[in-house]
T-cell receptor, first 117, second 114 residues
Framework: KQEVTQIPAALSVPEGENLVLNCSFTDSAIYNLQWFRQDPGKGLTSLLLIQSSQREQTSGRLNASLDKSSGRSTLYIAASQPGDSATYLCADPYSSITPRGSEKLVFGKGTKLTVNP | EAQVTQNPRYLITVTGKKLTVTCSQNMNHEYMSWYRQDPGLGLRQIYYSMNVEVTDKGDVPEGYKVSRKEKRNFPLILESPSPNQTSLYFC?????????????FGQGTRLTVV
């Protein structure tokens, strides 16, 4: 059974700081890993999807890495801004075709990030 | 604009009064899912659908029903809501089956059952 853990549960940093959010998973046989952002009272916005064949993926100030052997993914945010304040979730897609199909994302509980001006 | 649309965004209802939360996607995705998010428990899958008329239970299906009569729509039905179904609900869609594709989520429906 795949379990996804995110530590810390909450993080508060001053504006401008570079920071790393951590995501660990128990089953190293993952296909990809997806990072999401959730603003209070709002939906999930996909940030980055790292395929298992990739080591990292970049979008603007965000860089996500994936290390299957150690069961970890990190989300690096450069030069953090107050607008980055949100909860960040990582998710591992679980797919099982037989005997009973199952298609779901297994989520960590998230890291709540606060960037202070 | 590619999106997943849920309605309503907020709903307060009474125990036992049937309700439906609608979900629609405009990306022609085959796969759609419903999740609920609760403090301390995170996001858990309720039901999913791999195509029209093909649905299956997720991890927490009790008290819910779904239907997939059209590719773009995947409504979540609570026949007799109870207070323990108070939660934040999300609909998601993917182009094809996990794990090789990105998931897109709706804006969420906050349901309160009193």
């Amino acid at each position: 059974k795949q379990e996804v853990t995110q530590i810390p549960a909450a993080l508060s940093v001053p504006e401008g700081e570079n920071l790393v959010l951590n995501c660990s998973f128990t089953d190293s046989a993952i296909y990809n890993l997806q990072w999401f952002r959730q603003d209070p009272g709002k939906g999930l916005t996909s940030l980055l999807l790292i395929q298992s064949s990739q080591r990292e993926q970049t979008s603007g100030r965000l860089n996500a890495s994936l290390d299957k052997s150690s069961g970890r993914s990190t989300l690096y945010i450069a030069a953090s801004q107050p607008g980055d304040s949100a909860t960040y979730l990582c998710a591992d897609p679980y797919s099982s075709i037989t005997p009973r199909g199952s298609e779901k994302l297994v989520f960590g509980k998230g890291t709540k990030l606060t960037v202070n001006p | 604009e590619a999106q997943v649309t849920q309605n309503p965004r907020y709903l307060i209802t009474v125990t036992g009064k049937k309700l439906t939360v609608t979900c629609s996607q405009n990306m022609n995705h085959e796969y759609m899912s419903w999740y609920r998010q609760d403090p301390g428990l995170g996001l858990r899958q309720i039901y999913y659908s791999m195509n029209v008329e093909v649905t299956d239970k997720g991890d927490v299906p009790e008290g819910y029903k779904v239907s997939r009569k059209e590719k773009r729509n995947f409504p979540l039905i609570l026949e007799s809501p109870s207070p323990n179904q108070t939660s934040l609900y999300f609909c998601a869609s993917t182009n094809r089956g996990l794990p090789n594709t990105e998931a897109f989520f709706g804006q969420g429906t906050r349901l309160t059952v009193v």
